[in-house]
């Protein structure tokens, strides 16, 4: 028998984000780009822990588990017959809407409606959720959208009943009082094989105490969202009346007309290569091949959406300017850099001259990189981080979303064109805080010379200055030394109460990408993961030595490989990227899943190792399988800093040969 076409919470936001989403979301015959595994994703942040840390507030709750509407729906009636009741993810049905309240407390005839949130929430900063004109805050507009769309379908099954409405919230102004409440809760597999969590039977009344999750009433934001347009492109004009219209779109399985827009380039419903060769269908293409009469071979072309760090491509759209062929240099307006770093709109306006002259040539700034190369000193360091930032503190003392520091790799380039992995760092004990050690072993590492130190993304930075920070808390015996090694390779934050510029600051390989060097090829994007390819399929000289199967040998040493081949091509003569040579990081789970957290934006690559982290801290494994984790850690970040070695490489040989 077919389940009935609810127009759930999840469903909701999505159609707040695009109306016409609801058509594509549930049928397998479109692609769908979200993971396939919530708990990957919840991992990440310790979304899970959150959920049920907010349960053990209310030891008397009643927690309905079963996954089948009907029997959720009748299992709720049951329990809300009685006058005092707290029920944990309730199922509630008005008319076509449906709806499982994270926790919803019943005495008598009022309400307390919870959502729980693994979002971060300061009074000070947050206090009503309202911007500095009086709208409301776009950051909060998912999470108050979720609550308004639950008080409504609540009041409507209940309506003489009074309705108080909360988020519970990760409170940042807070501190955890106690050590490893983050590992008491942990993922297990029932006898279904399906994941659920288990809190540890240590959780104590102290570590509740700690009070990390605030609820926050939410009704006079919610009267106003009411009382507003919901957007632009919704079937209705009130919020409450979108609810009707959108329940009713899905109930009958009909489309809402699309309205195109910079939203689209964020639409999961895209199909890959791979997808499409399974016969999936693209919703994304669906949408614009009918507003803008498309074929297939326009999706060919690159667009508005693939210009880099573009804020006006809404009003492109608008314009009926959509190809980047299409763009002219006055619609740019290119502003001169000052200096000879290209500035944003000349990086623009490059990549899309070079689409309209169908140029793929690459450009590089040889005459300002000679002269920056000119002032570095040899050996060169490479090192990138692996980190994580989950809602509930590891440690005492720890605010919520404080970062942990467990891995780093480091390569090192000589003057005479040798290289070398050097050293690394991976601490994924269970219950161990690692970030002092993570330093210690950085400082050991790096004080051994004077040469330059490179890092990709202003991250590594960051999370030095965060620990600076933790040391100032800390009873470490070393703690002046290892302050002042972290301010001799950093630059201060701007939230940083004192203010320093290190003497051997780290260098921003990410920065000189955007600033002296362009591949056509990237599309515009500046992460390692779209950068390597590029430079691998432009350079000769990566190539040619690449290709053999060097590394990990005694003339190219690594500390996990072994006369590897980094140089492949496919069956169509093309080079494949290194990352998919690398060992899958989890078995159990798909394709699809681990590609997704393989990908990142030029800030963001870490998904995958985080998850990793997360799993090996909350997931219950033998140790062969932690050991073939940890091994699988340690190779993936020493591809990161061995992209940051080869296009270095790439740059001093084209410098040379010119």
């Known amino acids: 028998m077919k389940k009935p076409l609810y127009l759930t919470k999840s469903r909701f936001k999505m159609a707040t984000e695009c109306p016409t989403k609801l058509f594509y979301t549930s049928k397998k015959e479109y692609a769908n780009t979200q993971l396939d595994d919530p708990f990957l994703a919840a991992l990440a942040d310790g979304g899970f822990q959150v959920g049920e840390l907010s349960k053990c507030y209310y030891p008397t709750g009643h927690d309905i588990t079963t996954l089948d509407y009907d029997d959720a729906q009748q299992q709720t009636l049951e329990l809300l017959k009685q006058n005092n009741v707290i029920i944990f993810e309730p199922a509630i049905r008005f008319n076509n809407l449906f709806i499982r309240i994270d ?41 108050l959208f979720d609550v308004a769309f639950q008080k409504y379908v609540l009041q409507g099954s209940y309506p003489k009943s009074i309705i108080s409405s ?25 006898s279904n094989n399906r994941k659920g969590v288990k809190v540890s039977s240590n959780l104590s009344k102290s570590d509740l105490k700690s009070n990390l999750l605030i609820k926050v009433n939410v009704d006079a934001v919610i009267e106003k969202i009411y009382a507003e347009e919901l957007s632009t492109g919704m079937p209705a004009y009130t919020f409450k009346d979108n609810i009707e219209s959108l329940a009713l779109y899905y109930k009958n399985d009909e489309r809402i007309v699309p309205v195109i827009g910079s939203k689209c380039k964020s639409c999961e419903f895209k199909a890959s290569t791979a997808d499409q060769e399974l016969g999936k269908l693209d919703g994304f293409q669906t949408c614009w091949k009918e507003q803008l009469r498309w074929k297939d071979e326009d999706f060919n072309e690159q667009t508005v959406l693939n210009i880099w760090n573009f ?53 590089f700034d040889i005459d300002t990189m000679k002269s920056l190369m000119n002032n570095w000193t040899y050996p060169l360091h490479f090192i990138d981080f692996e980190t994580s930032a989950v809602a509930i503190p590891f440690y005492k003392g720890m605010r919520p979303y404080e970062g942990i520091a467990f891995q780093f790799s480091h390569h090192v380039m000589y003057e005479d064109g040798r290289i070398e992995h050097i050293g690394e760092f991976l601490n994924t004990e269970v219950g161990t805080f690692p970030n002092f050690e993570f330093v210690r072993e950085l400082k050991k590492q790096l004080e051994v010379d004077e040469g330059t130190i490179f890092r990709y993304s202003p991250h590594e930075n960051t999370y030095l200055n965060m620990i600076y920070r933790q ?37 921003d390989l990410w920065d000189l990408v955007k600033k002296y060097y362009y591949d056509p090829i990237t ?85 995958l190792a985080l998850t990793a982290y997360a799993r090996m801290q909350f997931t219950q494994m033998s140790e062969y399988e932690r050991k073939e984790l940890n091994q699988a850690l340690l190779k993936y970040c020493e591809l990161d800093t061995l992209a940051m070695v080869m296009i270095v490489e790439a740059w001093k040989v084209w410098i040379e040969n010119s």
């Not at 519970?168 to 029932?190: C, G, W």
């Not at 300017?321 to 709109?345: Q, R, T």
């Not at 009873?475 to 201060?492: A, H, W």
Request: hydrophobic fraction near 30%.
């Open 166 to 190: 909360y988020l519970m919230l990760v409170d940042k102004d807070t501190t955890a009082k106690t050590d490893s409440l983050n590992q008491k809760f942990f993922i297990v597999k029932d």
């Open 103 to 143: 926790i919803l407390i019943k005495t008598g005839n009022r309400f307390e409606l919870i959502e729980v949130k693994a979002k971060s929430y300061s009074k000070k900063k947050d206090n009503d959720f309202l911007g500095a004109r009086g709208g409301i805050s776009s950051s909060w507009k998912p999470y």
């Open 471 to 507: 040391l100032n808390n800390s009873s470490e015996t070393d703690r002046d030394e290892l302050q002042l090694f972290i301010k001799t390779i950093t630059n201060s934050t701007k939230n940083s109460k004192e203010n320093w510029q290190g003497v051997r600051s780290m260098v």
């Open 523 to 607: 599309k515009g994007s500046n992460s390692i993961k779209a950068v390597l390819p590029a430079i691998l399929n432009s350079s000769v000289f990566l190539q040619n030595k690449y290709q053999q199967p060097i590394y990990g040998s005694k003339t190219l040493p690594s500390l996990n490989f072994s006369d590897k081949q980094w140089l492949t091509k496919d069956e169509n003569g093309d080079i494949t990227d290194p990352y998919k040579s690398l060992p899958k990081m989890f078995k159990d789970s798909s394709d699809h899943d681990i590609e997704l957290l393989s990908e990142g934006d030029e800030l963001n690559n870490g998904g």
């Open 311 to 363: 804020r006006k491509a809404n009003d492109f759209i608008e314009q009926g300017i959509i190809k980047i062929k299409d763009i002219s240099e006055e619609d740019i307006k290119v502003e001169e850099s000052v200096d000879f770093a290209l500035s944003a709109s000349e990086r623009q306006w490059m990549q899309i001259d070079k689409v309209k002259r169908n140029d793929n040539t690459v450009y």
